[in-house]
C-alpha cells in the first residue's frame, strides 16, 4: 500500500468587506479515481491526506471487498489522478455489482467530475457589478427563509436572488440536491441567471462552481469556506465567489473587481 497522502490546504489572497487584502487558507478539493482490478468503479473528489484510507473504506462501504485479505495492492498515482486496487482473487461481476448507482443526498457526487469540466471551455459568464450594501441586503433577507434549519437543522439552503429580492428558496438534506431543485426551477419556467446572485450555505466546491456555472449565474455566495479547486474553476469561467458571507463580513475569493466597497 502507498503513503502518498497529500497537504490538505493552500492560502490564497483575498478581499474583505472592507476592500482590504487578507490571506485565506482554502481546503484542497482533488479528483481520484478509483480501479478494482483495471475495472473503473468511481470518481471521488478528497482533499488526498489519507487517500489509501479512503479507498478501503469505500470498498468496504459499498460492499465490493468482503475481506482485507483479498486485497493485495493500493497503488495511488497522484500524476494520473487514479489510484489502483489489486485483489488476490479477482471480483467477479464488478460491472454488475455497481450498475444500480444511488446518487445520495451527502456532500459529495464525485462521478460528475470528469464529463463537466470538459464543457466549460465553452462557458463565458457575463460579469455583474455588486455593491457591498447589496450583499448585506441579500443576507438579511435570507435569514427570513431558513425555516427547517431553524426548526430541526441537518439541511442545507440555496437560493436565486437579484439584488435584494429572493426569487426562488429551497432546502434539503445535500446541497446538491438543493441545488439541482434551483436548476429545475430556473428550466421550467425560463429564467435567466446572468443578472443573478446564487446563494448557498454549503462549501464552495468544484462541483458547486460547475452546477452555477451552468446555470450562467455570474455571483456565487455562500455563508462556508471554499476549496482550492472551487476557486480554480471560478477563476477559470468568471464566477465572482464570495465565501464565508455572515452578518457584515465576507470574504471575495476572484472578480473582486466586480465588488463596490464604498457605502
Known sequence: MTN????????????????????????EERPLTIYLDKQEIVTVMTMGSAPELLVLGYL??????????????????????????????????VAAMTQTKIITSGCGQGTMFGSLTEKLDDVKIAKRQLKKDTIYQILENLSQHNIMYK??????????????????????????????????????NGLSGDQCVFYTTGRLTSEMVIKVAQMNVPVLLSRSGATKMGLDMAQKVGITLISRAKGQRFQVLSGGDNISYSV
Not at 468587506?17 to 482554502?26: I, K
Open 4 to 27: 502518498a497522502g497529500l497537504g490538505g490546504s493552500s492560502t490564497v489572497s483575498a478581499t474583505n468587506e472592507h476592500g482590504e487584502p487578507v490571506d485565506v487558507l482554502l481546503v
Open 60 to 93: 468496504k462501504n459499498q460492499n465490493l471487498i468482503d475481506k482485507l485479505s483479498d486485497i493485495k495492492v493500493i497503488q495511488v498515482d497522484w500524476e494520473t489522478a487514479a489510484v489502483a486496487v489489486v485483489t488476490s482473487a479477482e471480483v467477479q461481476d
Open 151 to 188: 426548526k430541526a437543522g441537518a439541511v442545507h439552503g440555496c437560493a436565486l436572488c437579484t439584488d435584494e429580492e429572493i426569487i426562488y428558496f429551497v432546502e434539503d438534506v445535500g446541497r446538491h440536491n438543493a441545488v439541482d431543485t434551483i436548476a429545475g426551477h430556473m428550466w421550467l
